[in-house]
């Protein structure tokens, strides 16, 4: 997102050093065919706008159209891939937010091979909006981690105390049985727009409840992290990586880095007044987190700004993290995982205000 208020991509063969200016190596795009929410996968991009899932591809002049999918009234829950050229879609419709459907879409001939309406029973007549946070393939079920949301007023909104984890069978989508869990609310995102789960090496899943202001709208409940084990559907109930507690913040946004593990994108309480300065006040911090010894390292860098983003790459035993910082620079900082080294890679120029995601185009 740049300063003038337009959406340019740029690629590049390296992000561990070099300059780039967005009038010089960027190709725009317009709004309509782009926000932060679109999906990055082996050369292709893809979008839900106008009552259609879209393919593109990327020309020198923008984002060139190749294939669609109808898929009118609905928007992004939430993505899975499956495998390279297997998509699950979890949609939801614009007109209630209520109704949830689960799409399974071969990407290289774009085609919808499964599509079906998962009803997921309401958990109180007060709270009518359905929030996918996560959808992934465990112990060869289909897990999908979700809450409830109501309207307060027009910029106001909150989450149901609850969490809910409905287990389906992979292959018919038939429910199965529902787990709560009161220990946090709002499990994952939008994990187009920021992921908030994972599997480690040894098939254990991952995943962050997010019930800060930014998402859930629920902060006397702690943003924390749980597993469920590689030999379990259910959470583990002995399991509760507070993080909320540790950092006395809340947090949005978790990254694997390997080795058990993880990167998470924290806020700060004491440096922005609300929701409505919450994007553009310097305030985030990361930390790696240990996941099986519990413990939090805060990263000695610049704040960042931006409530969501996908600002975190990991591969090839670095992370890479971009930051929009108070002195107006534009960044990606390269941490190595084994040295704990840090130091900055690529540079962006000023007519950027927001680096919204960072990708592996292929």
């Known amino acids: 997102m740049n300063k003038d208020l337009g959406n340019t991509i740029i690629t590049s063969n390296t992000v561990d050093s070099g300059n780039l200016t ?107 909006i359905l929030s996918v946070g996560f959808g992934t393939i465990h112990q060869q079920r289909l897990l999908i981690g979700y809450t409830f949301n109501k309207v307060i007023n027009e ?63 629920s902060p006397s409940k702690p943003t924390a992290i749980f597993r469920i084990d590689s030999n379990s559907t259910h959470i583990n109930p002995a399991y509760f990586l507070n993080l909320t507690a540790k950092t006395h913040n809340h947090a949005y946004g978790m990254w694997y880095l390997g080795n058990n593990q993880a990167i998470v994108r924290s806020e700060r309480r004491d440096r922005y007044t609300d929701f409505s300065d919450h994007h553009s006040t310097y305030q985030f911090e990361y930390y790696v987190v240990d996941l099986i010894s519990q413990t939090t390292t805060k990263l000695n860098l610049p704040f ?20 929009d910082d108070a002195k107006d620079q534009h960044q990606v900082w390269v941490y190595d995982i084994k040295s704990k080294n840090i130091q900055v890679g690529l540079i962006l120029d000023q007519a950027t205000d927001f680096i919204v995601r960072i990708d592996r185009l292929h």
Not at 156 to 183: G, H, P, S, V
Not at 185 to 213: A, K, R
Not at 304 to 323: C, F, H, M, P, W
């Open 22 to 128: 967005i009038s010089k190596n960027g190709i725009d795009i317009p709004t309509q065919q782009f926000d932060r929410s679109i999906i990055v996968k082996d050369k292709h991009f893809y979008f839900l706008r106008a009552g259609k899932f879209r393919k593109y591809t990327l020309q020198s002049n923008g984002l060139k159209e190749i294939a669609q999918l109808a898929m009118q009234d609905q928007h992004i829950e939430n993505i899975n891939w499956l495998d390279r050229d297997t998509l699950l879609l979890f949609t939801s419709d614009n007109k209630t937010n209520r109704r949830l459907w689960v799409s399974k879409i071969t990407v290289n001939d774009f085609k919808i091979n499964q599509q079906q309406e998962v009803k997921l029973p309401s958990a109180s007549a007060d709270f009518k």
């Open 155 to 217: 910029t106001d909104f909150t989450t149901i105390d609850t969490m809910y984890i409905a287990t389906l069978d992979k292959t018919t989508l038939q429910l199965e049985n529902i787990q709560k869990d009161t220990r946090s609310s709002y499990p994952g995102g939008v994990n187009t727009v920021q992921s908030y789960s994972l599997h480690d090496e040894n098939g254990n899943f991952y995943f962050m409840s997010c019930p800060g202001i930014a998402l859930g709208n």
């Open 304 to 323: 960042d700004k931006g409530t969501r983003k996908e600002s975190v790459l990991v591969e090839n035993g670095k992370a890479y993290i971009t930051i």
